[in-house]
């Protein structure tokens, strides 16, 4: 069983940015890949970026270049800077963890972005 907890979110103003933390209990963190998707209002979530635990990432199209993903093992952390915020990033962010079939989300963190 892991449970996640994020945080780091809020309100920005465009052009700005934001740095949201994952943080996570219980073992073997280091095996799970991690991701951050995102939900904008009335849409679908949708996934951000991945890191795998050998540290290889992956983006969606459109946060290549604006977001990085990162992960700190001996903090139990997955973190996700965001660059260059736009209006249309505005939703709310979750943190996932998987391995294998298992699958835990955290509890969401809202970002608004101003414009």
């Known amino acids: 069983q892991v449970q996640l907890v994020e945080s780091g979110g809020g309100l920005v103003r465009a052009g700005g940015s934001q740095r949201l933390s994952c943080a996570a209990s219980?073992?073997?963190?280091?095996?799970?890949?991690m991701g951050w998707y995102r939900q904008p209002p009335g849409k679908q979530r949708e996934l951000v970026a991945a890191?795998?635990?050998?540290?290889?990432?992956n983006y969606a199209d459109s946060e290549k270049g604006r977001f990085t993903i990162s992960r700190d093992n001996a903090k139990n952390t997955v973190y996700l800077e965001m660059n260059s915020l736009k209006p249309e990033d505005t939703a709310v962010y979750y943190c996932?963890?998987?391995?294998?079939?298992?699958?835990?989300w955290g509890q969401g963190t809202q970002v608004t972005v101003s414009s």
């Open positions: 996932r963890a998987n391995l294998g079939p298992n699958v835990y």
């Open positions: 219980g073992s073997s963190f280091s095996i799970y890949t």
């Open positions: 890191i795998l635990r050998g540290g290889s990432t």
